[in-house]
């Protein structure tokens, strides 16, 4: 079966660092999604891509937070600096949009990040 | 706009008696609805799908749900939960508004299977 991939799987980091996170989505699919799961918010949409381009990012806060898919294999979220409330886990999904009956998601297994 | 709503975040049964997780969702057209399930430290996984064919939609593990239009409900019924069912569930809503298909998910209900 085809899946999406994320990298890392665990993080550790020091509160100030750079944290950049990977998914390589499901070949085919137009759409990219990133969400941040946490015990108190629940699952949260970030930032989604349509072939490529960036679609909302509103969900992202701006003044640290970075999402971009440079090429159709590869999206990042990055984060700059981190901070304890960033620990979460952060998935990636990917799916074909096109209509009723085509709009499955398909999820990562998520990157675990702890910001101390 | 579309929206979900859960209407319980825990739901807790005796293993071998029925499941029923609820989910009301809001749409101005004909939507497509999913539910997916999340095991502990997994990410999540399409549970079934309704995209206007049957009604009553089959899914894996022996869950199921049915879509009524006239009470804008998307239920998640089991007759007898396992063990494993012990999971994270999601309600998902999918529309075309704004072209885009863009999902909106519920809170999650947590089921709590007791031995």
């Known amino acids: 079966d085809a899946r999406v991939t994320q990298t890392p799987r665990h993080k550790v980091t020091e509160m100030g660092q750079e944290v950049t996170m990977r998914c390589q989505p499901i070949?085919?699919?137009?759409?990219v999604f990133w969400y941040r799961q946490t015990m108190m918010q629940g699952l949260e949409l970030l930032a989604y891509f349509r072939n490529r381009a960036p679609l909302d990012d509103s969900g992202m806060p701006k003044d640290r937070f970075s999402a971009e898919m440079p090429d159709a294999t590869l999206a990042t979220l990055k984060i700059q600096p981190s901070e304890p409330r960033d620990s979460a886990v952060y998935f990636c999904?990917?799916?074909?949009?096109?209509?009723?009956?085509?709009?499955?998601?398909?999820f990562g297994a998520g990157s675990r990040l702890t910001v101390l | 706009a579309q929206s979900v709503t859960q209407l319980d975040s825990h739901v807790s049964v005796s293993e071998g008696t029925p499941v029923l997780l609820r989910c009301n969702y809001s749409s101005s057209y004909s939507p497509s609805l999913f539910w997916y399930v999340q095991h502990p430290n997994k990410g999540l996984q399409l549970l079934l799908k309704y995209t206007s064919a049957a009604t009553l939609v089959k899914g894996i593990n022996g869950f199921e749900a049915e879509f009524k239009k006239s009470e804008t409900s998307f239920h998640l019924t089991k007759p007898s939960a396992h063990m494993s069912d012990a999971a994270e569930y999601f309600c998902v809503v999918s529309d075309p508004s704004g072209g885009s298909y863009i999902p909106t998910f519920g809170r999650g209900t947590s089921l709590i299977v007791h031995p």
């Open positions: 999904a990917s799916g074909l949009m096109a209509g009723a009956g085509a709009n499955v998601l398909t």
């Open positions: 070949l085919g699919h137009n759409t």
